[in-house]
């Protein structure tokens, strides 16, 4: 069996006195339900048991505001002890609608108002605490720098680590060499004790060549972490050049150099008929020059004259002359030259190999009797 629905029952009807009409006082063709003028002066009462949904502590209160009528107060309703409501649009204290004004929290601007500047303080200490600690660290960074930067220095330039040791130089002579290696290793090893990386060695190979004689070429390097290697040419005399009746030991470099009496006894005498030009000039052609001759030639010739122009002039021990002109074509000069000595005469000339001349002695560049005066 169907249950008949139950016809839905009509909502009762709110009162300006606040009372709560019956289904009596509805009219029957009603479908609203009115409601009091909301604009009056009267509180509004709202029964507690038709708002049930509303809590006394969930509404919020405004500064200044009075509390709000709880149940069992004095300004509920008589009936049910329902929450009083100031009437909506009316301003406190009097009948006229409200202007539209909204109410200010002043709490909350005073609060924001006091947290800004603690927020800004903070912000402040916070970056100066950040650049404290940012210079800091850039500060503990150069000093560390300049502490690594010193402690390399001293390591390298003035600590033993790198100290010379005269025990540990080594000298490589030259075979044959007559210089002695002790006056090398005695001139560098005065250094001793002294840091490997303050030692120029230019300055040290200058140093050997002043004061060692017959060395050339020197070459010095550094051998880590205490020694040093040095290489050397030697000077050796090649030929004896004439000066104000006086001969002077050169080297291939025309410089001079320190001579035995032996070693100058076999040596080929160089005369310059100038002075400006008394320099070895010519030196290393000359000794080309009789180191191609004949072996009966070549040790026969005592004095190498050069004339103004740089021709050459050969006088042989017995006066004979050979001339020679400017260096060059020294192999067609010696086969020549090697025919002409077999014809008796006073003077040779293969300055021009094609066209040679045999005849007596002419007047010399550089006086005859200079030579023989030396060749004795």
């Known amino acids: 069996m169907v249950r008949r629905p139950t016809p839905p029952r009509r909502p009762r009807r709110l009162t300006s006195a606040g009372t709560v009409a019956g289904k009596a006082e509805a009219s029957a063709g009603q ?27 969930s509404i919020p209160r405004l500064r200044g505001e009075a509390p709000v009528a709880g149940p069992g107060s004095a300004a509920a309703g008589s009936r049910t002890g ?22 200010r929290i002043r709490g909350a601007r005073r609060r924001r108002e006091a947290a800004e500047p603690a927020d800004l303080s903070a912000r402040r200490a916070e970056r100066r605490a950040e650049r404290r600690r940012y210079f800091s660290v850039r500060a503990a960074a150069i000093a ?58 230019a300055s040290l ?14 070459k010095v390097d550094r051998v880590l972490p205490h020694g040093l290697r040095v ?22 470099a025309g410089r001079e150099v320190v001579a035995t009496e032996e070693e100058m006894a076999n040596l080929t005498r160089i005369s310059y008929a100038s002075a400006a030009e008394n320099s070895g000039r010519y030196a290393l052609d000359i000794l080309d020059i009789v180191s191609a001759l004949p072996d009966g030639l070549g040790g026969a010739v005592v004095v190498s004259e050069v004339a103004k122009a740089g021709q050459i002039t050969l006088v ?10 400017m260096p060059g074509q020294t192999d067609e000069k010696v086969a020549v030259l090697e025919v002409l000595v077999e014809e008796p005469a006073a003077m040779y000339d293969v300055s021009v190999p094609r066209s040679p001349l045999v005849g007596p002695s002419p007047v010399p560049t550089v006086s005859q009797s200079e030579g023989s005066t030396q060749q004795r």
Not at 152 to 181: C, H, N, Q, W
Not at 316 to 325: A, C, P
């Open 31 to 57: 479908d609203h339900v009115p409601t009091a003028d909301l604009a009056g002066t009267g509180p509004i009462e709202i029964a507690g048991e038709d708002l049930a949904v509303f809590d006394t502590g």
């Open 82 to 103: 329902g929450r009083v409501f100031p009437a909506v649009g009316a301003a406190e204290g009097t009948g006229k609608p409200a202007t539209g004004e909204v109410p």
């Open 144 to 201: 560390g720098i300049v502490a690594f930067a010193a402690v390399f220095v001293y390591a390298v330039f003035f600590s033993p680590l790198f100290a010379l040791d005269a025990a540990k130089i080594e000298v490589r002579a030259p075979e044959g060499t007559t210089v002695e290696t002790a006056d090398i290793a005695g001139t560098l090893g005065a250094r001793e004790g002294v840091s490997l990386f303050r030692l120029v060695p």
């Open 205 to 218: 190979a200058r140093d050997v060549e002043e004061k060692v004689a017959r060395t050339g070429n020197v």
């Open 231 to 252: 290489s050397f040419d030697d000077r050796s005399p090649i030929a004896c050049l004439v000066r104000a009746e006086q001969c002077v030991a050169i080297d291939e």
């Open 316 to 325: 042989f021990d017995d006066g004979r002359l050979v001339r020679w002109g």
